[in-house]
């Protein structure tokens, strides 16, 4: 073996590079400039002592050695200047990390799996040299002890409630500080880059991004998904999922135990308090006109984006080949259940004829208050300024589905042959004096 190179104790060669007196140098200087501080070195003399008693144990010769190492520190002056000496330590550990990175780095490239190797002998040797039934007994039979400490902590707050407010207190100024860094920050260093040097550093964060690994993720989640729903189905009953009854089991202890009076309180502070937040935004627009003008125009242009969007995905599966496009539609069809839209209307029917039983005159009182308060000078201008120029506009798009609709809606209102229909009979009997200019109720 030459002089230049030594075995790791992983096994493998590795340079010695120049850097290893510096590094021994280093740490030798930074424990220096540490124990200069006569706290700090009077604590290290101390944990050094412990050390090495209980390395020493009742061996008379470790005991000689043990107090001779210990004799054998040098007490440090104290440092004259300790602002320079922290500048001085904090240069030193940032050059001691810059090599000991640079070490690694080597070992990395000159065996890029040692360190797989060696984190999967420690999770291994951690794994089998641990019995995870006493850590569990552990957390269960600290329940009442953790308790205990909570409850205590919860005693003991009263009485340093001064103490806890100025902790408290000190988070505005923390929020602040770290506020003003930012500001600081982006002012002076992304707010003055060009915009394609912006774009240029997130186009090259994102370019050494291992996307294809991210995609593979997202199909282990995703197949993880597929798996808990499947293993639901397996489990049910055969017409429950096994998943829906744990859900309903777990809200059952929750519904049992819950004060619905005041989750609904919670509930309408919840939204009061959105509503407080919206009425505050009015009020700035108000007072701020051209912060009004901007987020309304934002708005415009975010529905735009959304649109123009919604037009590519349109787009796209009009574009869609033949053989893929008749899947899809087959996918559709297989997918949407008819029977639960066709149940969703009759249940929303039958609610509606329920209500309209127990409260016949509900619909009417609730649109004549909506009406009441309506100013119909208001809405005479609003329509006639809208409605003429609506299908104006309008015309030129409508008017080529005008035959089909109007014969549609014949066809609709013409009884079957052989059926009689007498509502429907009136009910077109009255459309036509209406449309021939006479009285309705003739």
Same mark, same amino acid.
């Given at each position: 073996?030459?002089?230049?190179?030594?075995?790791?104790?992983?096994?493998?060669?590795?340079?010695?590079?120049?850097?290893?007196?510096?590094?021994?140098?280093?740490?030798?200087?930074?424990?220096?400039?540490?124990?200069?501080?006569?706290?700090?070195?009077?604590?290290?003399?101390?944990?050094?002592?412990?050390?090495?008693?209980?390395?020493?144990?009742?061996?008379?010769?470790?005991?000689?050695?043990?107090?001779?190492?210990?004799?054998?520190?040098?007490?440090?002056?104290?440092?004259?200047?300790?602002?320079?000496?922290?500048?001085?330590?904090?240069?030193?550990?940032?050059?001691?990390?810059?090599?000991?990175?640079?070490?690694?780095?080597?070992?990395?490239?000159?065996?890029?799996?040692?360190?797989?190797?060696?984190?999967?002998?420690?999770?291994?040797?951690?794994?089998?040299?641990?019995?995870?039934?006493?850590?569990?007994?552990?957390?269960?039979?600290?329940?009442?002890?953790?308790?205990?400490?909570?409850?205590?902590?919860?005693?003991?707050?009263?009485?340093?409630?001064?103490?806890?407010?100025?902790?408290?207190?000190?988070?505005?100024?923390?929020?602040?500080?770290?506020?003003?860094?930012?500001?600081?920050?982006?002012?002076?260093?992304?707010?003055?880059?060009?915009?394609?040097?912006?774009?240029?550093?997130?186009?090259?964060?994102?370019?050494?991004?291992?996307?294809?690994?991210?995609?593979?993720?997202?199909?282990?989640?995703?197949?993880?998904?597929?798996?808990?729903?499947?293993?639901?189905?397996?489990?049910?009953?055969?017409?429950?999922?096994?998943?829906?009854?744990?859900?309903? +089991?777990? =809200?059952?202890? /929750?519904?049992? @135990? &819950?004060?619905?009076?005041? !989750?609904?309180?919670?509930?309408?502070?919840? *939204? $009061?308090?959105?509503?407080?937040?919206?009425?505050?935004?009015?009020?700035?627009?108000?007072?701020?006109?051209?912060?009004?003008?901007?987020?309304?125009?934002?708005?415009?242009?975010?529905?735009?984006?959304?649109?123009?969007?919604?037009?590519?995905?349109?787009?796209?599966?009009?574009?869609?080949?033949?053989?893929?496009?008749?899947?899809?539609?087959?996918?559709?069809?297989?997918?949407?259940?008819?029977?639960?839209? +066709?149940? =969703?209307?009759? /249940?929303?029917? @039958? &609610?509606?004829?329920?209500? !309209?039983?127990?409260?016949?005159?509900?619909? *009417? $009182?609730?649109?004549?208050?909506?009406?009441?308060?309506?100013?119909?000078?208001?809405?005479?201008?609003?329509?006639?300024?809208?409605?003429?120029?609506?299908?104006?506009?309008?015309?030129?798009?409508?008017?080529?589905?005008?035959?089909?609709?109007?014969?549609?809606?014949?066809?609709?209102?013409?009884?079957?042959?052989?059926?009689?229909?007498?509502?429907?009979?009136?009910?077109?009997?009255?459309?036509?004096?209406?449309?021939?200019?006479?009285?309705?109720?003739?």
């Amino acid at each position: 073996m030459s002089p230049s190179s030594s075995i790791s104790p992983a096994g493998h060669s590795r340079e010695k590079t120049a850097d290893d007196a510096e590094m021994a140098s280093l740490l030798g200087s930074i424990l220096s400039k540490i124990l200069s501080n006569e706290d700090l070195q009077h604590s290290f003399r101390q944990v050094l002592q412990t050390v090495l008693s209980e390395w020493a144990g009742q061996n008379p010769f470790k005991r000689l050695s043990a107090f001779l190492a210990a004799n054998a520190i040098p007490t440090l002056p104290p440092a004259e200047d300790k602002d320079q000496l922290r500048s001085e330590m904090a240069a030193e550990i940032g050059r001691l990390l810059m090599y000991h990175w640079q070490r690694r780095a080597h070992e990395f490239r000159e065996n890029p799996q040692q360190a797989g190797v060696q984190a999967a002998a420690f999770i291994t040797e951690f794994l089998e040299n641990t019995d995870f039934s006493e850590w569990k007994a552990m957390i269960e039979n600290s329940r009442e002890s953790r308790l205990h400490l909570f409850r205590t902590i919860n005693e003991l707050i009263p009485e340093y409630h001064g103490k806890l407010l100025v902790g408290m207190a000190t988070l505005p100024a923390l929020i602040s500080i770290a506020a003003n860094g930012l500001k600081i920050f982006l002012e002076t260093q992304l707010k003055v880059m060009p915009p394609d040097m912006l774009f240029e550093i997130n186009s090259g964060i994102n370019e050494q991004i291992d996307w294809t690994e991210i995609s593979r993720v997202i199909n282990d989640y995703n197949d993880l998904k597929t798996r808990v729903h499947v293993g639901s189905s397996l489990a049910g009953d055969g017409v429950t999922p096994a998943l829906q009854s744990l859900a309903a +089991a777990i =809200l059952s202890g /929750i519904a049992g @135990d &819950l004060d619905l009076e005041k !989750m609904t309180e919670a509930r309408i502070a919840g *939204a $009061e308090r959105r509503e407080a937040i919206e009425n505050a935004m009015s009020d700035v627009m108000t007072r701020f006109p051209e912060f009004a003008e901007k987020k309304l125009s934002g708005r415009a242009a975010v529905f735009n984006a959304r649109l123009r969007a919604a037009r590519n995905r349109l787009k796209t599966i009009s574009d869609l080949p033949e053989e893929n496009f008749n899947r899809f539609l087959k996918e559709v069809e297989n997918s949407f259940d008819a029977l639960e839209l +066709a149940d =969703l209307i009759t /249940i929303s029917t @039958d &609610l509606i004829v329920r209500v !309209m039983e127990t409260r016949p005159h509900l619909v *009417a $009182e609730t649109t004549g208050k909506i009406a009441a308060t309506i100013d119909p000078d208001s809405l005479e201008e609003a329509g006639s300024a809208l409605i003429p120029d609506f299908f104006r506009a309008i015309k030129p798009a409508l008017t080529p589905l005008m035959p089909s609709l109007i014969h549609g809606l014949c066809d609709l209102a013409t009884p079957e042959d052989g059926e009689e229909d007498g509502e429907t009979t009136e009910a077109l009997t009255r459309l036509g004096r209406l449309l021939g200019g006479q009285n309705v109720d003739q």
